[in-house]
């Protein structure tokens, strides 16, 4: 069965930095492309960046564009999501989700006061 | 303002057919696969079709999905209670270099 366990979300204030973590379990980690997506409250869902199995290749979002950074690490399973420069409006619930969102996380939630 | 575009709302009553449509143009529906998913207050979404038209094991083929150049549509069928959810359509666009998503459509079983 497919696990994927977010991690890391949490308070921050404006212009600060966080390290959310997924764990991946129950498939072939390294085999598949891995996406993070966010949900501001009462919003809908934002794409937010995504990697190639062997992280050569990462596509972000144009608004977290030069902040965020996704990684992952194939021999530990995880994958991760560096947030600087933190802003009110990343203010949300953070999935991770594999290959073509076919298998999700329950999510974390990241929230940044102003 | 999404890159895709659906209704904000749906409504039909229990047996019904309802369908949700997604608007995008030629560098996302148009040239690449549409995905829709069920999101329930609280909880993951959930994937109901992908590569346009095909589902996942466990969905009920009641859902079922469709494209035709630059739009694509969602149809639900025997409409039930536990249908009441949010429901998205995703495409890869070639000009953002990225997925995007539609605004998502509010389905209520009235």
């Known amino acids: 069965e497919v696990q994927l366990v977010e991690s890391g979300g949490s308070l921050v204030q404006a212009g600060g930095s966080l390290r959310l973590s997924c764990a991946a379990s129950?498939?072939?980690?390294?085999?598949?492309?891995m996406s993070w997506v966010r949900q501001a409250p009462g919003k809908g869902l934002e794409w937010v960046a995504n990697i190639k199995p062997d992280g050569s290749e990462k596509y972000y979002v144009d608004s977290v564009k030069g902040r965020f950074t996704i990684s992952r690490d194939n021999a530990k399973n995880s994958l991760y999501l560096q947030m600087n420069s933190l802003r009110a409006e990343d203010t949300a619930v953070y999935y991770c989700a594999k290959d073509y969102f076919d298998n999700w996380g329950q999510g974390t939630l990241v929230t940044v006061s102003s | 303002q999404s890159v895709l575009t659906q209704p904000p709302s749906a409504s039909g009553t229990p047996g019904q057919r309802v369908t949700i449509s997604c608007s995008g143009s030629?560098?996302?529906?148009?040239?690449?696969?549409v995905y829709w998913y069920q999101q329930h207050p609280g909880t993951a979404p959930k994937l109901l079709v992908y590569?346009?038209?095909q589902r996942p094991s466990g969905v009920p083929d009641r859902f079922s999905g469709s494209k035709s150049g630059t739009s694509a549509s969602l149809a639900i069928s025997g409409l039930r209670s536990e249908d009441e959810a949010d429901y998205y359509c995703?495409?890869?666009?070639?000009?953002?270099?990225?997925?995007?998503f539609g605004g998502g459509t509010k389905l209520t079983v009235l």
């Open positions: 995703l495409a890869w666009d070639d000009s953002l270099s990225g997925w995007v």
């Open positions: 590569r346009n038209y």
């Open positions: 129950g498939f072939s980690f390294g085999s598949y492309w």
């Open positions: 030629s560098s996302n529906l148009g040239n690449n696969y």
